[in-house]
C-alpha cells in the first residue's frame, strides 16, 4: 500500500547515502590532486631554498662537514622532539624526503640521510618519478648555473598516499557520524511534517458516528485542503439530507393526523348514532377518510423515492408522451366523469417522444391529471395537449377550476401547501411531486391562467428528442 | 369456495375471514408460513388468499415451493409493495392475481370469484349494466327485459365494452374487435357503429373520451350528448 512516509524515508535516506559516497570518493580524487600540487609546491620551495643557500662552489672539507651534519638529523630531530613533549608537534623523524647534490661531472656531493646513492633523477629538470627498489618517488630537479650544480629532491609516493588515506580515513570518519544523526533528523522532519495529516486522519475516523460538524479548516496544510473541503461539502450534503428526512417524516405524520382524525369521528358517530341513514353514511365516510388516507401515503411514497440524494434517471429510454398522457386519461377518466367533468386528450401528432423515465412521466402526468380533475368543479373540462413545439416539447394540462393566483404560483410547489379556500381532499404533494420528477427530466414548469381567462393552465416543457 | 387465508395481521386477518365469510365462502385463516406449508399439503382448497409480509418464511418462497411440488389451486396475494418490478416477482413466483394494501373488499370478493371461475373453466358470465343485460354464451343482447337487435361486430364492440366498465378503452383496442372479421376496415368504420349502438341504447351509455378512446358511461347520472 502506498505510503508517503516511507516512500519519503527509504528516498531520503537512500539519496542522502548515495549523496555521502559521491562526496567521499569525489573528495578522495579531488584531495589526491590538491595533496599532489601542494606538496610538489613544497618540494621545489625546498629544491629552490636549498639553490639559494649553497651559494658556491664547495670545497671538499665543507662538504665533509655539511654531510656530517646532515647525518646527524635525526638524532636532531629526536633532541627537538624530546624537548617540545607535551606540544602538539609531529618533528619526529621519518624517512620520507630525500635529497641529493650531483656536479656537473657527475659526483654526488650531498645527500640526506638514508638517500641512496644512485642518481634519484635521470637528469630531466622538473618534475618526474622514478621507480627505486620497486617504489615509485616523485622527484624534482633544479640545475643551478651559478654553481653548475644538480639539486634532487625526492619524497616518496608512499608518502603522499599515506597522507591521502589519513586524509581520507577522517573524512570517513567524520561523516560516519554525521550518517546516522543525519538519518536520525531526516525520520523526525518526515515524521513532523507528516504529523498534521496523522493528526486529521485520527480526528476525522475518530469522530461519533452522526457528528456531521465541518472539520476546522485552519490546522489543514495546504495539500490536502481541497480533500478535506470536499469532505465538508458532504458532511454539510449529508447533514441537510437527514434534516430532509426528519422534516418529511413529521409534515407526513402530521398531514395523516387530520384525516385520520376524521376517520376516528366518523366512526364514532356511526356508533352513536341510531339513526339507520345517518349510520351508513357515517360509515362511508369512513371509508372515504380511508381512501384520502391511502391517497396521502401513495404520494408520500412516491415523493420520498424522488428524493434529490437519489433522483437520478438510471435507465433513460424513449418515452412516447402522447401515449402515456392516453394511458393516464384513460384511467382518470371515470372519476372525471363521475364530476361531470368533460376530459379529453388533444395530441395532432401522435407519436411524439422525449427522453426520460417512463414510471416517473406517467406519474407527473397523472398528478396534473389528478390536480386538474380534483379541482375542477361539476360540468367543468380538463384538456391535456402534447405538443411538438419549435425548440421544445410541451405538455399541458388545462382545466376550468378556479385557477392558481399568480403572487401563489411559486408557494404551490411546497409541500402540503394547499390555498386557502379550496375544499379539494388532495393530498397537497402531487405539486411537489410533479415539481421532482420535472427537475429529473431538466424540464421547465409554467403555471399560467388559459387565454379564456378562467382556469389554470400547467405547461411542462421539456427538452426536444434530437432529430436523427 | 374454502379459502385458504395466509395472514399473520390480527385484525386484518379477522376482517378478511369476516369479509369472505358474508360473502359466502368459508375460510381457514393460519397466522404464519410454515403452518400455512403443512396445511396446505394436507388439504384442499379451492383458493389461497396468501400475504406476502409473513413472519417465519417470506410469503414467495412458500408460493415457488408449492408450485414446484405440483400446487394447483388459484393464488391471490395481498402486498404492501406497489412497484411493478414487485408486481412481476410476486406473478411469476406462481401467484394468478395480487392486490395491493389497502384494497377494496367488494374488488377482493370479485376477483376471488374470477378466480374461481377460471379454475373450474365455467362459461363467461353474463355482462350486465343498468337495464341492459348481455349473453356472450348465446350473444344476445337484452334491455329492459326486451330482446335488441344487435350484428355481429356491433356485439363485439359492445362485448369489450362492458367487459371494461369504468375503463377507456382506445380506437385502436376497439378497431382491432373489428379486423377479426376478416375484413378491410375503413377508418370510420369504428365511429358508424359506436353510432348505431347509441341509436339502440341511448346516447349516455357509450361516452367519448376525445384523444383517447370510447367507455360504458358510468350509471350514476344522465349524460348530455356529446358524440
Redesign the interface.
Known sequence: MLSIRKFLLINLLLSTTVATLLTAVGNYFLDQKDIQSHLDAQLSQVALSFEAIIEEELHSHRLTEIQKALNGIPQRAEEIYQSARGQDIEIRYADKFHFQVWDDKGKLLLRSTGAPTEPLSDGITGFSEKYINNQPWRVFTIYSPRTGLNIVLAERYETRSELEHRIAQDESFIMLLIYPLLGLIIWVIVGKGLSSLKRIAYEVSHRAENYLEPVNLEEVPLEIMPVIDELNKLFLRLQQAFEREKRFAADAAHELRTPLAVLRTQAQIALKTSDPVEHEQALVKVIQG?DRS?HIV?QL?TLSRLVPEVNRINNPEDVNLCKAA?EV???L??SA??K?I??????PDENIFIRGDA?SLGILIRNLVDNAIRYTPEHGRVQ?HVQDLSDRTQLRVVDSGPGIPPELRTRVFERFYRIIGTKSQGSGLGLAIVYQIAALHDAEIHLRTPPNGQGLSVEIDFHKLPQT | MRILLVEDDEQLGEAVQKGLSLDGHHVDWVKDGNTAESVIKTETFDLIVLDLGLPKQPGLQILRRARTDGLKTPVLILTARDTTDDTVIGLDSGADDYMIKPFDLDVLCARIRALGRRASGRAEPNLIFGDLILYPASHTVTYKGEHLNIPRREFAILEKLLENQGRVLSREALSQMLYGFGEEVDSNALEVHIHNLRKKLGANFIVTIRGVGYMIGTQTQPKEDRS
Open positions: 380511508v391511502t401513495q411514497l392516453a386519461v384513460a384511467t377518466a371515470p366523469l363521475e361531470s368533460e376530459i379529453e386528450l388533444i395530441a414510471t391535456v
